[in-house]
């Protein structure tokens, strides 16, 4: 028998499921933000087939923890030959849901309202909800006038809100979507040649040296000329060529905090891709925090043949992770991680000096259009 810690839980009405060839559960910000999963069974029995089904409720656990609850089965398929019969299922949680559908609660116009206060307007009728965590700049600087556009899904409405904000989204294990800025709790560590199975880093040049965003308001007889029409902010990114900037123009009206605010965004955009960190190890807690993991969760990796820096060690965030159990591999998991300006602009620290390598980009600042 597996020992429980070795576990993955299917909880339905008509009971639990523990016996899977296959397993893969995911999360990270680049597509599987809403937490998928895939689960393989051989020689499916009768009450597996009645009940693990497109549509049917499910909830997930790793070593006995939730990481879905209340999600959905989307896709079932059956499969034999004269060796083998099997059932593979996939779904994802409840705030799945926000992606399918277009926006059809609400008002359909805001003028006044915060991302969160729009937010869970539009995900009424999809019974999920929002929150903010933490407390980052923007989150709360209300949008003058939003309009919901035609056959826009409330994630895609909610995605361009949160790209003017600077803020990034995920799913908690109960569907609700979430954004903002997680508060570290704990550091995991992995280290070269004890509890790391294999690794890679990928670093890349940002090229540009500045970011800048553009935008525009509705004039008024309070608001005219330039600081309507010339709205505009800047950050520079370290490591870049000189003299080439990459221009935006922002998806909505802005006035100039919100300026700031995307152009942050779109800084933190270059950071997070800079710098990718893969790393398998063994098992599914987190190393040192007894636990699974969380996005943004704080992760050092000591491993002097990945990093060009003297130390061979990099302080990081958790990006994504992908949970996976099967006959051949065991029980593993893979993360990946970026540099910590993905998720909070930051200037480098010049006191600080651990090789050539020293990602960073000023917070973004307001200046005159051109």
Not at 13 to 25: C, H, K, M, S
């Amino acid at each position: 028998m597996p020992e429980p810690q070795l576990y993955c839980e299917v909880r339905t009405e008509g009971g639990v499921f523990r016996d899977w060839l296959q397993v893969t559960i995911a999360q990270s910000f680049d597509e599987a933000w809403q937490r998928n999963f895939s689960m393989i069974c051989a020689e499916p029995n009768q009450g597996l087939n009645q009940r693990l089904v497109p549509g049917a409720r499910v909830d997930i656990a790793l070593a006995g923890e939730l990481v879905i609850k209340e999600g959905y089965i989307v896709n079932r398929q059956a499969s034999y030959d004269p060796n083998r019969h099997a059932v593979k299922v996939d779904g994802y949680s409840k705030a799945g849901l926000a992606t399918e559908g277009s926006v059809s609660s609400g008002t359909g116009q805001y003028r006044g309202y915060t991302v969160e206060a729009i937010a869970n307007d539009v995900l009424k009728t999809h019974g999920i909800k929002f929150r903010i965590e933490g407390n980052p700049d923007g989150a709360k600087l209300p949008f003058p006038n939003v309009m919901v556009r035609m056959g826009e899904t409330p994630f895609a409405m909610i995605a361009r809100l949160c790209n003017q904000r600077g803020l990034r989204i995920w799913a908690d294990v109960d569907g609700t979507i979430v954004a903002g800025v997680k508060e570290a709790k704990g550091n995991a560590t992995l280290v070269e040649g004890q509890n790391i199975i294999a690794a890679s880093c990928a670093i890349s040049m940002p090229a540009v040296s500045e970011t800048i965003y553009n935008s525009q308001q509705p004039g008024s007889d309070s608001l005219f000329g330039k600081k309507a029409a010339e709205i505009q902010a800047k950050s520079k990114l370290t490591a870049g060529v000189p003299g080439i900037v990459r221009k935006g123009l922002a998806e909505m009206p802005l006035d100039q905090q919100g300026a700031v605010a995307r152009t942050n965004m779109d800084a933190q955009q270059i950071e997070a891709s800079r710098l990718r960190v893969n790393v398998t190890y063994q098992g599914w807690e987190a190393p040192g925090l007894n636990r699974l993991w969380s996005l943004q969760d704080s992760v050092t990796v000591k491993s002097p043949m990945l990093f060009p820096t003297e130390s061979g060690s990099m302080d990081l965030k958790l990006w994504g992770y992908i949970y996976t159990q099967d006959t051949n591999g065991g029980t593993t998991t893979q993360i990946e991680c970026v540099n910590r300006n993905a998720f909070a602009v930051r200037s480098p620290d010049g006191n600080v000096d651990d090789g050539w390598y020293r990602p960073g980009a000023t917070p973004a600042v307001p200046e005159a259009a051109t």
